[in-house]
Every structure is written in C-alpha cells, then in structure tokens.
C-alpha cells in the first residue's frame, strides 16, 4: 500500500477520491448500497459533480465524526495498540481506503460509525454488506488482517452510549467481488455517456420585440383602413398618419 499525505475532508482530499475507486464507495459500485445509486456513482465520477450537503446531512456527517474521534481511543485499549488515520492506494490501482485507525504494524484497521437501527439489529449477526464491502476493501487496500468494526450513539451530554462491536475477517469471494467489480465499473465509466447542456436561450430585448411587432401594427392599420372605407373620413386620415409613422419606423 502507497500511503498518500492527505488530510480528510480538504480540496486535495476530495480531488485525490474524484480519481479513485474508494470503500466508501464500495457497495454503491456492488449495486448494494441503501444511499447510492450505481448509476449515480458513474455519472458523478464521469461529471465530477456531486450532490450538495445540505445542513442537515452535514450535522450527520459531523456527530459521525465526532463519534469516530471519540471510539478511538476505546478501540485503541481494546487492541493494545495506537490507531492513526490515513489515506492509503493500492499500488498498482486506483483502489483507495480512507481508514479512521491503522495500527503501526499495518495489520489491523479500525472502523467507526454512528449507531443506527440497521446495526442495532446486527447483533449476534453478520454485519450487513453495505458495511461489509467497505471493511473488505480497507483489508484489500492495507493488506491487514481484520478490521475492528465500532458503532456507537451519543447520550444528552455527548457521551459515548450504546456501542456495538465487531470484529470482521476477510471473505475471499466478497473480494473477488470488488475486484472484478471495479474493473467493469472502469470499462463502464469509460463508456459512459455525456448528455450535453442545451445550449442557453438566446436573450431577446425590447427593441427587438418592437421591430418584430411593427409589421403587424402596418398590417393591422391596413386591415383598419380597409373596415373604415364607408366611414368618415376623419378616421380614414387618422388611420393613414398611424400607418405611415409605422412604415417610417420600419424603415
């Protein structure tokens, strides 16, 4: 594994997951994902546009990070050894882990997450494989030999609560998964088309509108004329001067 110097969540770091195929994004390229389409991953890695966070995902995103800071140090004890954060490529690929807690000797990952009721009911069971896809992939990337998966929720005075943990090992098939996965992902983004933007309406001004208008003012003044042939004259010239001024104004 190549570890790349990126800090989470700043330009280089969002740049860096444009470019490569990342286990968050996983089950979404599996077609497992709960949150993400297939289709919408292609389009977002061919477009490099990517929805908008809005507050209250981000307050989402913020409570996980805080819960993921404060499972480190509880995953730490529960390994007898420190946890870093890192960024990691597998060499070779654009397969890429953005890991919460590496262990020093690369043999053991740390995952945490908020506590949610899709894990609550996890107990005693296999965590389910949008989870699981994420946790092959960081083994994939890192070379280690399991993940210590962590979830928690935070009581009223921001403590860690209810916690649920799992240690998960690597499943050779699921693997095998992913990597035949990401490679037809590749050959489809490669194909995939670009519907490109309509061109934008061309802006039309008022003076345009007029000149379009004017032969249908003459018009009208012709057709008038026509209907006051019997009537008094008075009208008749009046008409007339509208009718000219219209003409010279066209001219």
Same mark, same amino acid.
Request: some cysteine; glycine content about 6%; hydrophobic content about 35%.
């Given at each position: 594994?190549?570890?790349?110097?990126?800090?989470?969540?700043?330009?280089?770091?969002?740049? @860096?997951?444009?470019? @490569?195929?990342?286990?968050?994004?996983?089950?979404?390229?599996?077609?497992?994902?709960?949150?993400?389409?297939?289709?919408?991953?292609?389009?977002?890695?061919?477009?490099?546009?990517?929805?908008?966070?809005?507050?209250?995902?981000?307050?989402?995103?913020?409570?996980?990070?805080?819960?993921?800071? $404060?499972?480190?140090?509880?995953?730490?004890?529960?390994?007898?050894? /420190?946890?870093?954060?890192? *960024?990691?490529?597998? /060499?070779?690929?654009?397969?890429?882990?953005?890991?919460?807690?590496?262990?020093?000797?690369?043999?053991?990952?740390?995952?945490?997450?908020?506590?949610?009721?899709? $894990?609550?009911?996890?107990?005693?069971?296999?965590?389910?494989? @949008?989870?699981?896809?994420?946790?092959?992939?960081?083994?994939? *990337?890192?070379?280690?030999?399991?993940?210590?998966?962590?979830?928690?929720? $935070?009581?009223?005075?921001?403590?860690?609560?209810?916690?649920?943990? *799992?240690?998960?090992?690597?499943?050779?098939?699921?693997?095998?998964? +992913? +990597?035949?996965?990401?490679?037809?992902?590749?050959?489809?983004?490669?194909?995939?088309?670009?519907?490109?933007?309509?061109?934008?309406?061309?802006?039309?001004?008022?003076?345009?509108?007029?000149?379009?208008?004017?032969?249908?003012?003459?018009?009208?003044?012709?057709?008038? $004329?026509?209907?006051?042939? *019997?009537?008094?004259?008075?009208?008749?010239?009046? +008409?007339?001067?509208?009718?000219?001024? @219209?003409?010279?104004?066209?001219?």
């Amino acid at each position: 594994m190549n570890l790349i110097e990126l800090q989470q969540g700043t330009a280089e770091w969002h740049n @860096h997951r444009q470019t @490569h195929f990342n286990t968050s994004e996983a089950a979404a390229m599996l077609g497992v994902s709960p949150y993400t389409k297939r289709d919408a991953l292609l389009k977002q890695k061919k477009t490099g546009i990517t929805p908008e966070v809005n507050q209250y995902q981000q307050a989402i995103f913020d409570k996980g990070h805080l819960i993921e800071s $404060l499972l480190r140090p509880i995953a730490e004890q529960q390994l007898g050894q /420190e946890l870093y954060p890192c *960024v990691g490529v597998l /060499e070779g690929t654009k397969l890429s882990a953005s890991f919460d807690g590496l262990t020093m000797d690369e043999r053991t990952v740390s995952e945490a997450k908020t506590l949610n009721k899709t $894990l609550r009911k996890t107990q005693g069971r296999p965590l389910p494989l @949008h989870y699981r896809a994420q946790l092959e992939q960081q083994l994939l *990337v890192s070379g280690a030999d399991k993940a210590l998966f962590i979830a928690a929720s $935070l009581n009223d005075a921001g403590d860690i609560s209810d916690q649920l943990t *799992v240690d998960y090992s690597s499943d050779p098939e699921l693997r095998q998964r +992913i +990597i035949q996965g990401w490679q037809q992902f590749e050959k489809d983004l490669a194909e995939y088309p670009i519907k490109e933007a309509p061109a934008p309406a061309e802006r039309i001004t008022f003076a345009q509108i007029n000149d379009a208008l004017w032969p249908l003012q003459i018009q009208s003044c012709i057709y008038r $004329l026509g209907a006051y042939a *019997v009537a008094d004259d008075y009208n008749r010239q009046d +008409i007339k001067k509208t009718l000219i001024r @219209h003409i010279e104004r066209a001219l």
